[in-house]
């Protein structure tokens, strides 16, 4: 049973990161990096139940806090970025392209 | 019952997961991001942890989707162009990385599993994981001062 989990884990973890290769817009590619980081978090609950321990359990715990900290300042970004550029699209923001 | 219900909410999970990957419109997208996570809460209770599909539920299918649909409608991204294709193998190659560095852990024999109540996991973050919680509060603390900081309209 514990495969299957892992099976909905993994298709997560390809889904966010098809989204983050291919999203035009920061914020959809903040909303994919949501997917992968709850991919993850997923795998750990389920090796957590595997060893029979709760310190997997902690450590997700943990992990949500870090996610939501990461939103708010990547969100905080795109509206700063937005203020600058009128835009959000990714492609606008290359300077750094060589 | 179990698998009925585990096939029920991975097809859920799976059909939100594509609508915000494959969804041009952003507001679209964000919902079923939402609902995606909600979902997600029913495998946590199904994996027998309560307390996690609670916050599961609280803070990433509550408080993220709405803060994101704010973002959306002030930056004015409503609609995107569909995204560009040909990057599915990329992400075919990485699904399959990650499978295969769980599927090595997966062998243990299986030990008997008690659900974890929210009272082991709380005396357990208190105790055990101390530090590591009261870092994740100061990282919060810090979050949000930065965003506010980041966010502020410039003084002229």
Redesign the interface.
Known sequence: ???????????????????V?????A??V???V??ML??AN??L????????S??G??????L??????????G??????I??TRES??VDDLAELKG | M??VG?AIL?GL??AG??V??LSEN?VH??VA?AF??FF?AG??LM???P??AV??FA??AA??PI??IF??M??Q?RR??P???A??L???V???A??YG??G??G?P?????P?SPE??GA??LS??LL??EV??V??L???V???V??R?LEK
Not at chain 2, 110 to 114: C, K, L, N, P, W
Request: overall charge positive.
């Open positions: 049973m514990n495969t299957y989990y892992l099976l909905i884990s993994a298709a997560l973890f390809a889904l966010g990161a098809y989204g290769l291919a999203r035009r817009s914020i959809l903040f909303m994919s949501e997917l709850n991919a997923l795998a609950v389920v090796f957590a139940r595997e060893q029979g709760p310190a359990q902690a450590v997700a715990l943990l949500i806090a870090l996610a939501a900290a990461e939103v708010a300042v969100l905080a970004l795109v509206v700063a937005y203020r959000t699209l | 179990s698998a585990f991975a999970v799976l997961a594509l915000v990957v952003v997208a964000a991001l995606t996570f997600i495998l946590y994996l027998g942890s307390m996690l916050i599961q803070v990433n408080a993220i803060l994101t973002i959306i002030t930056t991204s995107v162009r995204a560009s294709g990057l599915y990329i992400a075919v990485l699904a399959g990650f499978l769980l599927w852990l997966l243990a299986q030990t008997a599993f008690r974890v082991g996991l357990r973050l055990v994981t590591p919680f994740a509060s990282l919060l810090l979050a949000m930065g965003a506010i980041l966010a309209r």
